[in-house]
């Protein structure tokens, strides 16, 4: 019998269904019930006899892979895959998957959601509303303003189809697309463009050595000071000291970031200009049945193969 390792926690609480069928076809499921994530080291034992993983942000790197035996695929729970050693993998003929479009609605919702309240001051105007202090802060709408979106894959075309009934004005920057894929409503620009022409620049690309730190002092002198930065990507995609020296002396008006909270020091999170939650744009009750179902087909599909 073939053994399936499944570390996301929402399996537990949101895929029982789909753990009773594995085992009804006959296969051999773990799951991770310690309430958090696996270390390196707990994970190298219990990947030792698993056919097949799917894996959060569980750290499968080149040691990890090496304690996998029997190992055919990778199945990522989400489309990041900067937490495996994806090269290392497949030099091991280990297929690596990830659950394509599973849930690039509700993190495209949790991006607009993030420049209506940076753009309104909502996080500011609550917190003293809160204190009793009927403080009215003025805000800007986005409605004919100009958003840059910088990749345009299944999350960035989604957000360009909701800011484009926002009546935004939308160009983007992404090197593997052309524009005769995309909407016509999207205006293909340089990357520098894109950083001198946006109101609201939103960041959906993946976190590659050819990405890491791209957003850095150079790319922030070009940018308008009132200009809003998006992150629902990956912290690493933003040289932090450059953003930090970015809001307090405001050469950009506002970043918000949906990533992980080790990703930015104490001094950053506590500035005024600036707003962080824990990586949760992709946790929905849709995103999370999408993405059960689509990682476990993407492992049975690779297992099941003759």
């Known amino acids: 019998m073939k053994k399936i390792l499944i570390t996301p926690r929402p399996f537990l609480s949101k895929g029982q269904k789909y753990l009773d069928e594995l085992q009804a076809a006959g296969y051999i499921v773990e799951c991770n019930t310690s309430g958090g994530r696996f270390s390196k080291e707990e994970l190298m034992v219990k990947i030792k006899d698993a056919d097949a993983i799917i894996t959060g942000n569980d750290p499968l790197d080149q040691d990890v892979i090496d304690c996998a035996k029997k190992i055919k695929v990778i199945s990522k729970y989400g489309v990041g895959l900067d937490n495996i050693n994806v090269e290392y993998a497949n030099s091991r003929n280990i297929v690596v998957h990830k659950a394509l479009n599973a849930n690039s609605v509700s993190v495209a919702e949790m991006a607009i959601l993030m420049m209506l309240s940076s753009a309104r001051k909502y996080v500011e105007i609550e917190q003293q509303a809160k204190c009793s202090n009927d403080v009215r802060l003025v805000g800007t709408e986005l409605h004919k303003k100009t958003l840059g979106l910088i990749g345009l894959g299944a999350i960035g075309k989604h957000v360009a189809h909701i800011a484009n009934a926002m009546g935004m004005e939308i160009i983007a920057y992404d090197p593997y697309i052309n524009q005769s894929q995309i909407f016509p409503y999207i205006n293909f620009k340089e990357l520098d463009e894109v950083y001198q022409l946006s109101d609201v620049i939103s960041l959906h690309l993946p976190l590659l050595d050819s990405t890491r730190h791209m957003i850095d002092q150079h790319a922030f002198e070009k940018m ?17 000291d450059s953003l930090y020296n970015a809001l307090i002396t405001h050469k950009i008006s506002f970043a918000s970031e949906d990533i992980e909270l080790k990703e930015r020091k104490e001094e950053t999170k506590q500035l005024m200009n600036y707003s962080i939650t ?3 744009a992709s946790f929905t009750q849709e ?20």
């Open 278 to 280: 824990p990586h949760a």
């Open 224 to 240: 308008k000071p009132s200009a809003i930065l998006i992150n629902t990507a990956r912290g690493g995609l933003i040289d932090e």
């Open 287 to 306: 995103a999370d049945l999408n993405t059960i179902q689509i990682s476990i087909k993407n492992v049975t599909n690779e297992l099941e193969k003759k």
